[in-house]
């Protein structure tokens, strides 16, 4: 028994973090580089295997872990990066075909996700996407979106893109069975903690340095009372992570439930440390140019991916938990 | 990162399960008075005597020396077997905190008198830590000892003292150096209950009992071999004790936190509500009980990672303070849930927390997050050692 990353893990996740740290610094945001992933940086984290974390080996994956997975999502969260890296991996572990597969894992084609949205499709990810996931709790389907209607609308997640998909075809391929949805699960959870970390370190840092008063912010108690609620909705939510990726690499029965609570607490964790944070900064908070306002829109979003809260409440009433 | 349970983990929590199945008190705990704390002692005397007292204490001193993982599984099977819940029970600050005191900072004497007749529930403790003028703001107690010879001479008064009418003795925090400012010249004193001079007045609560005091000192008399730690040193004995306190002080309220939301969602589906249907049917209850799973599921995966990482390191971290935020405002959000649940059944009280537990855990709800260190402090101790913020004061 122990739960936080040891040994090996720890090396994917220093490795996960320099390279996304500068390869997909949240400052991106601020220099016009666009929503998404984009082509170029696609095939570099395609060439270095970043997609291929948790595909078995026989897929001609790494074969890691669901713990990995999260890993590597934490610091993609950290640096507000967008939902496409893991429509990616999630779309190359769906598909059945060897030659699309390996096209998808070294990132030649975009993904997006697709969710359905009264008679059509949202697509969150490239406009140019090549390919769209749908993921249910009970399948993921991979569409060829070559043919299909994709018009783009205004994001208010700078972090991707968002448009309205219509005239999908049949899927190109079906995987059945829970698999893309808990490592959706996962993958989410892992970026809405990993902004959530660093949206409470980013009021931390700051409330040691602006002066109120003749004091530090931090001094106050409305400030660094907050700080610690937030500091303990994040520990909440960063143990039930590690606890459900763990279920689910060691095959637990329980570890859909674990993985519901992982998610729910994960998006109510985001949602609060990142509003806090624009409050807690005050009028600068609520600049464009600040890192608050990005990390909070991304929250908003991706709470509603893989689970939102009433969805999530209602499949964990019932459901029973092992030792 | 693993859950799996070692062979002896697993082979452990069997045994536990059951000889607690077989020996677990058929009879609800008396809600008071005397009747209370004999049956904590005789739980405390059969646990002991089937090799089951002081599962954190070390082998040396008679405990099981279990290691934290262990623990958690005890407390779980504890709770599972709805056995007499810990944060009740007049051993608490004897078994918690006081022991681990004593072992931490004792003389041999000490140990060898105190630990024994803790472990077979002959001795109850109580702390007398706060005052009047003094509970989050410890240090600046008033309570007096001068030295005489070999002897302290006691005066002032303590309040809040739980259970002090039923205890054999008392963690006693004084100021012994009548210059002295603060956290300096305090000692800690295993002050016995008998000793002539003492008073003790019942305050009554709001959940109809009267198990906290106020206890007055006039002139007590207490030989120097009491003092636990140094003499003058008292503040550095009195942190160790709330790191027990703090640390795995909570542990089977964390614990039982999460059997507790299993039993509110079961009686949600029996109890109907206004509309003649069960509860659970109605959509905001049944999201509020799973918000509240949820965070239980949060708890418990807290617990595990705190104590696994206290088992590898042998130092336990600074979390405790958010464990306790969490699990009093998770506790709290549970009782006020049950509290409509139950409709007009939940105004019926007597004060016997076995006729009503539900009613008497939404009134223990603000106990929890005030003794021990109320959420205010909590949140100070999270902002200064968690998050390293400039200090307050
Ligand atoms: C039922 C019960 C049992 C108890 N049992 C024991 C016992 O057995 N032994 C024992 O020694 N003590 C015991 N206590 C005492 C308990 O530890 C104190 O009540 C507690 O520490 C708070 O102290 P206080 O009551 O003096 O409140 P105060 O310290 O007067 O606090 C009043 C309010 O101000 C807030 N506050 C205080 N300081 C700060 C600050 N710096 N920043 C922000 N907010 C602040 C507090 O959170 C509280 O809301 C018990 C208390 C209760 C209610």
């Given at each position: 028994m122990y739960l936080a990353p040891e040994g090996d893990e720890l090396e994917i996740a220093s490795a996960a973090a320099d390279f996304i740290a500068d390869a997909l610094p949240i400052a991106r945001l601020h220099e016009g580089s666009g929503p998404d992933m984009g082509a170029d940086l696609r095939a570099t984290l395609g060439e270095m295997g970043w997609f291929a974390l948790a595909l078995p080996e026989d897929k001609?994956?790494?074969?890691?872990?669901a713990i990995e997975h999260a890993l590597f999502f934490r610091e993609i969260g950290r640096q507000c990066g967008p939902a496409d890296v893991l429509a990616q991996a999630l779309a190359a572990d769906c598909a059945s075909d060897e030659v699309l597969r390996s096209a998808l894992v070294a990132g030649e084609y975009g993904v997006g996700l697709l969710l359905v949205d009264g008679d059509a499709f949202r697509l969150i990810g490239p406009l140019d996407a090549r390919y769209g996931l749908c993921v249910t709790p009970r399948s993921a389907a991979l569409y060829d979106l070559s043919d299909a209607t994709i018009a783009g609308r205004p994001a208010l997640d700078p972090a991707n893109s968002l448009a309205v998909v219509s005239g999908l075809s049949e899927p190109v391929d079906t995987q059945t069975g829970p698999r893309g949805w808990q490592f959706g699960q996962v993958g989410t959870a892992a970026m809405l903690l990993g902004l959530s970390e660093a949206a409470l370190d980013l009021i931390v840092e700051y409330a040691k340095v602006r002066e109120t008063f003749g004091k530090p912010i931090g001094s106050w108690q409305a400030v660094r009372h907050t700080c610690a609620d937030m500091a303990v909705a994040v520990e909440g939510a960063r143990a039930q992570l590690w606890y459900a990726a763990t279920a689910l690499k060691e095959g637990r029965g329980d570890a859909p439930a674990h993985l519901d609570a992982a998610k729910h607490l994960a998006n109510e964790a985001a949602l609060f440390a990142t509003d806090s944070n624009i409050q807690l900064h005050g009028g600068i908070g609520v600049t464009d140019e600040h890192n608050a306002h990005l990390l909070m829109k991304h929250a908003a979003l991706l709470s509603r991916l893989f689970g939102d809260r009433n969805t999530l409440l209602a499949s964990l009433l019932h459901a029973e938990l092992e030792d | 990162m693993d859950l799996r349970y070692s062979d002896e983990d697993r082979e452990f929590r069997a045994r536990a399960r059951e000889w607690l199945q077989a020996n677990t008190p058929k009879d609800p705990r008396p809600a008071g008075g005397h009747a209370a704390s004999q049956f904590d002692r005789d739980w405390q005397k059969k646990l002991f005597e089937h090799g089951w007292a002081g599962v954190a204490w070390p082998k040396e001193y008679g405990g099981l020396g279990l290691s934290g993982l262990q623990q958690v599984i005890w407390y779980e099977e504890l709770s599972r077997a709805h056995a007499p819940p810990a944060h009740v029970s007049t051993t608490y600050v004897a078994v918690m905190h006081a022991g681990p005191t004593v072992i931490a900072r004792g003389t041999e004497e000490q140990k060898a008198y105190h630990l024994p007749r803790i472990l077979s529930g002959e001795s109850l403790w109580c702390q007398g830590f706060s005052e009047p003028n003094a509970g989050s703001d410890l240090a600046a107690l008033r309570t007096s000892g001068r030295v005489e010879g070999d002897h302290l001479v006691v005066n002032g008064a303590k309040m809040w003292t739980t259970d002090a009418a039923h205890a054999d003795w008392m963690e006693l925090l004084i100021r012994t150096d009548p210059d002295s400012q603060r956290h300096k010249g305090l000692t800690w004193l295993a002050f016995d209950m008998k000793t002539p001079g003492i008073d003790i007045k019942p305050i009554r609560t709001m959940l109809l009992d009267e198990h906290v005091n106020m206890v007055f000192f006039d002139e007590v008399r207490v030989p120097l071999t009491a003092v636990v730690g140094e003499l003058h040193g008292g503040w550095s004995t009195a942190m160790a004790t709330l790191s027990f306190e703090r640390g795995l002080g909570f542990i089977a309220d964390q614990l039982e936190l999460f059997e507790k939301v299993g039993r509110a969602i079961k009686l949600a589906s029996e109890v109907r509500g206004a509309d003649e249907r069960p509860a659970i049917e109605d959509v905001e209850i049944a999201r509020r009980l799973a918000a509240i799973k949820a965070e239980t599921m949060a708890i418990r995966a807290m617990t595990l990672a705190d104590i696994a990482e206290t088992d590898r390191t042998g130092m336990p971290g600074p979390k405790g303070s958010m464990m306790k935020l969490k699990v009093t405002a998770t506790h709290k959000a549970l009782s006020k849930l049950v509290s409509e649940i139950l409709g007009w059944g939940f105004f019926e009280f007597d004060g016997d927390r076995s006729n009503n537990p539900w009613t008497h855990d939404f009134l223990w709800s603000w106990v929890f997050s005030i003794a021990g260190g109320s959420n205010e402090i909590q949140r100070e101790i999270t902002a200064d050692r968690v998050l390293e913020l400039p200090r307050s004061r």
């Open positions: 001609g994956g790494s074969g890691l872990s | -």
